[in-house]
């Protein structure tokens, strides 16, 4: 007969093998989707200028929308997620993700893609949440750092990736052929995401114990038939933590207050940088080179580092830790994002910003991926998350209105300014109040 907290222990000590691969790519493949057209948003809006489709004042809403509907679909994602399992909604979130990219192929105008674009990013806002907290529940403590960022590399992977798509089609063929291609795909993904197995973690905090037992007697096996060994022997019961099941007020209680605040201002800070420096780096970039071609090149060689900045990012957590590393990061980008603010060749344009790259995305790869869904319980991890990353999320509805203001009033140079002060906040919130969880299970976290 099973024993109540006994799952995290048996999943803990399972080699890491083909099972463990086979969770990240269906894991991962709508993640790279999401990211795939998070990450259209920046050269589309200024193709749109350059046809006259659109003004900033249209752009910014066209982001403010899509930021709305990331909120939205990440909170309500998130709570569902915990009551009603990890596999449901990665299938819902997906699905009206890829539906509503095919429709917004057809707009007429720009003020109803931006309607559309609002269940676009309740669809996004769902998926990026559930991947990180659901592939941190099947990988062990000691590998759990370097699996989360080879997730964060298959997202950011998309980052290159939706460049590309944008060169290939924007050129030739438009806007509305790339984004109901965007869609189909995404239906592909939602096909293939079906043979994802539930969290038996999350069965066990829900009180389904049968299921738990059932679903990690698979994962045994399966893991047993990858390696052709017997599996490690069960770490005595007395190192094993007993579930509680947590609710949302335990999220503002005494004992979860202070990470939910901690993670609900990282998930700020990193949303807002990120964000705010890939929305608007195209426009900015064809401000300073008067060229669309040359913008959009010039953004694929920076969006290039975010591939490297993933990897180095998992890396530096699990070699040095998650602390530590948040600080170190925010520091030298808080740096560098300054030096580019004043930045005008194409050669250092290209160079500062690869390099700023690098250190956004290896702050994603250490916060989101890999820190905020280790900081919470198994029975509110999504809870937590998303109510972390909905704040982040809102941010964002607000600073596009902020940048466009910045633009025509105080240059780009100002824009960069306010991201530099931002990072070195973030430093400070982190080395003064941040927790470390590197090689702990998620039971004794």
Not at 3 to 9: L, T, Y
Not at 193 to 222: D, F, L
Not at 282 to 297: D, F, G, H, K
Not at 417 to 439: E, H, P, Y
Request: glycine share 8%.
């Amino acid at each position: 007969m099973a024993v109540q907290g006994s799952i995290g222990a048996r999943l803990d000590r399972l080699p890491v093998c083909r099972f463990h691969r086979r969770m990240l790519a269906l894991i991962g493949s709508g993640l790279l989707l999401d990211s795939i057209d998070i990450y259209l948003q920046g050269p589309l809006l200024a193709y749109f200028l350059s046809i006259d489709f659109s003004n900033l004042k249209h752009n910014a809403d066209f982001l403010s929308a899509t930021f709305l509907g990331l909120v939205a679909g990440t909170l309500l994602s998130g709570r569902l997620t915990d009551r009603m399992g990890r596999r449901s909604m990665f299938q819902v979130n997906l699905l009206l993700f890829g539906i509503c990219s095919i429709v917004a192929g057809f707009a007429s105008s720009m003020q109803d893609l931006i309607f559309i674009r609002f269940f676009i990013g309740v669809g996004l806002g769902g998926e990026v949440v559930v991947t990180y907290g659901t592939l941190a529940e099947f990988v062990p403590p000691h590998a759990r750092g370097i699996w989360q960022g080879k997730l964060a590399f298959l997202s950011n992977l998309g980052i290159p990736l939706s460049a590309l798509l944008c060169a290939a089609f924007l050129p030739s063929v438009g806007w509305r052929p790339l984004l109901v291609s965007v869609g189909l795909i995404a239906l592909g993904a939602w096909a293939f995401q079906r043979r994802m197995p539930e969290s038996p973690r999350w069965y066990e905090a829900v009180g389904r114990q049968q299921k738990a037992e059932a679903t990690m007697t698979c994962i045994e096996h399966e893991v047993e038939s990858c390696t052709n060994l017997p599996l490690p022997p069960v770490p005595s019961l007395e190192l094993t933590q007993p579930i509680c099941r947590l609710g949302v007020r335990e999220l503002f209680g005494n004992k979860l207050l202070h990470r939910t605040l901690l993670a609900t201002f990282l998930m700020i800070a990193v949303n807002v940088n990120v964000y705010t420096f890939t929305a608007w780096l195209p426009t900015i970039l064809l401000e300073r080179t008067n060229a669309m071609n040359r913008s959009l090149l010039i953004t694929w060689i920076i969006q290039l580092g975010a591939l490297p900045g993933a990897l180095i990012g998992s890396w530096a957590s699990e070699r040095f830790g998650r602390k530590e590393s948040i600080v170190a990061v925010s520091l030298a980008a808080a740096a560098l994002t300054f030096i580019f603010g004043s930045a005008s060749s194409v050669v250092a344009l290209a160079a500062e910003g690869f390099l700023m790259s690098v250190l956004a995305y290896g702050l994603v790869a250490i916060t989101f991926a890999i820190y905020i869904p280790e900081l919470f319980p198994t029975s509110v991890r999504m809870t937590g998350s998303s109510f972390a990353n909905a704040c982040g999320r809102g941010a964002n509805i607000v600073v596009p209105q902020l940048v466009a203001w910045m633009l025509p009033h105080g240059g780009s140079v100002t824009v960069f300014i306010f991201l530099s002060v931002l990072l070195v906040t973030q430093a400070l919130v982190m080395w003064i109040f941040g927790l470390d969880t590197r090689f702990r299970s998620l039971e004794q976290i």
